[in-house]
């Protein structure tokens, strides 16, 4: 859709990185139209992630980005994602290892902390700068808060403020224009991330950037446009994904479901996505909306 600056993978598993399985190589699934694009790895081997680290790079991967943001349990209890900001010299030793791995530039994505008693991330900058990192992604939330509450800007503002020559990207609560143009005034960040605004609304990264520049609104897409979008990504989906296409279905289903159709009977569009197998069943439920036709047709 245009105006996105780069593109980052799902986070991968530098353990499971180093079986070489097919399921590793089928997550390395971007396009070429998608480039410069980082692959991003977490783990907290040192060799693991080194030996990772290389193994993308020569997959194709433009930049290196390590994940220290990630709270889920199943990453966390590996001693990984988050968990690394506990300790901020086994964290930094983390980025010097993939820094000294690779050629191409490496990034990293953290939070403020692991737990609002323990605000690591300004020391981890400082560190992480020094390390070689090219770039650091601030989400301004505590491990321990996952999604819940607010965003503290300030936190990007700090890490901004104690770096000396790397960008600084905020992250977190960014949902309109007005949030992306407010974080860069309050923050002065270099970047902003958009992660889940984006899903239902691939338009945000075009609608942000005329923001910034012009000051005034591209107008919202109709229910038809929003219909059409949702078919475009499954088909998208099914051609470009190397999993099975059942897989590649499942995984659809929570993300279609995020585009408000805004018409009478969505909620029906919406339940059968949930259950659809095929890539027919997709079509079946939004051809009609893109054809403008009264959702109650819908077999």
Known sequence: MGACGLTCTELLSSNAIQYRSQKTYNMLDWTPDERPVAVQLFGADLDLMADAARFVVDMGADIVDINMGCWVPKVAKTGAGAVLLRDVCTAA????AVVKAVSVPVTVKIRAGWEEANPTCVEF????????VQAIAVHARFATQGFQGEADWSWIAKVKQAVKHIPV???GDVNTPEDAERMFRETGCDGVMIGRAALGNPWI?????????TGEHL???TPQEKAAMALKQARLTLETAKM?????IRELRGQLTKYALGVPGAARIRDGLVRAETLEQIETLLLPVIAGEPVERIA
């Open 244 to 248: 099975p296409p059942v897989q590649a």
């Open 93 to 96: 030793a983390v980025v010097e």
């Open 169 to 171: 990207i905020g992250n």
């Open 205 to 213: 990264f075009a609608q942000i950037k005329h923001y910034l520049e």
């Open 219 to 221: 107008p919202q897409p």
């Open 125 to 132: 900058a400082k560190a992480a700068e020094n390390a070689g």
